[in-house]
C-alpha cells in the first residue's frame, strides 16, 4: 500500500504549476493596476491642458464680445420696435451687438459646459466654483444686454437715481471700464487664475518649461488670429 503522505513528481510538478499560474496572475493583476493608473493620469494631463486652453481663451473671446464699437450689420436682425426712429434704433444696436456676439461665440460656451464636469471628475468640486466664474460673467453680459435693448426704454419715464445707477452698471458690464475692474472683468480673472492655480502644476510636472512656454504662446496667437 503506497504511503499516502509519499511526495511523487506529479504532486511537486502541480505544486509548481500552480504557483506559476499565481505568480502569472498575481503580476497581471500588478500590471493592468499600472497601466489603469497611467491611463488615468494621461486623462487627468489632458483635462487640466484642455482647461487651461480654455481659460487662456476666454480673455479673447470676452474681449471680443465686448468692443465697444458696433456695427449695423450686428443688428440687423433685431425685432423692430414700432414706432422707433432710425436713431433710436441705432441706439439699441450698440447693446443687441453684445448679444449677437455671444451668440456668435455659442461653440464656446458650448466648450465650457462640456468640459466643466469633466474637470470636477478630476479635481472635484473646486472645479465647479472656479467655471462659475466664466458662467457668471456670461450671465451678467446677457443680463444687461436684454435689459438695455428690450425691457428698459432708452429715455427713462421717469427719473430716478436708482435707473440712472442701473443703466450705468448695465453698460459697463457691457463695455467694460478703464481700469480694467468692472464685475464681468473680475469673473474673467478669477476663472482663469484658478484653472491656472488647479491645472498648471500637473502640466508643468509632467512637462519641461520651454514645452509648457511653447504651449502658452501657440494658445494666445491662436486667440490673436481667430
Known amino acids: 500500500m503506497p504511503d499516502p503522505w509519499a511526495f511523487g513528481w506529479n504532486q511537486l510538478l502541480t505544486i509548481v504549476g500552480m504557483l506559476l499560474t499565481l505568480g502569472i496572475a498575481f503580476g497581471g493583476f500588478r500590471t493592468f493596476g499600472r497601466w489603469k493608473k497611467e491611463k488615468i493620469e494621461e486623462r487627468r494631463i489632458e483635462i487640466a491642458f484642455d482647461a487651461l486652453a480654455l481659460a487662456y481663451e ?3 473671446v470676452f474681449d471680443r464680445i465686448r468692443e465697444p464699437t458696433a456695427y449695423e450689420i450686428e443688428h440687423t436682425d433685431m425685432a423692430v420696435r414700432k414706432g422707433e426712429s432710425a436713431e433710436d434704433r441705432q441706439k439699441r444696436g450698440a447693446y443687441y451687438a453684445v448679444l449677437h ?14 468640459l466643466m464636469p469633466k474637470t470636477m471628475a478630476v479635481f472635484g468640486e473646486l472645479a465647479e466654483e472656479i467655471f462659475q466664474h466664466v458662467l457668471m460673467a456670461r450671465g451678467l453680459l446677457r443680463m444687461a444686454g436684454l435689459e438695455l435693448t428690450y425691457r428698459m426704454p ?3 419715464e421717469k427719473k430716478s437715481q436708482e435707473d440712472f445707477n442701473l443703466r450705468v452698471q448695465y453698460r459697463e458690464d457691457l463695455w467694460g471700464n478703464e481700469a480694467g475692474d468692472d464685475r464681468v472683468s473680475e469673473h474673467i480673472i478669477a476663472f482663469r487664475k484658478g484653472i491656472e492655480e488647479l491645472c498648471k502644476p500637473i502640466v508643468t510636472r509632467e512637462f519641461n518649461m520651454a514645452r509648457y512656454q511653447s504651449f502658452l504662446d501657440n494658445i494666445i496667437e491662436a486667440g490673436k488670429e481667430a
Open 58 to 60: 476666454s480673455k479673447f
Open 101 to 114: 456676439r455671444m451668440s456668435q461665440q455659442s461653440d464656446f460656451f458650448d466648450r465650457v459646459w462640456l
Open 154 to 156: 432708452l429715455v427713462p
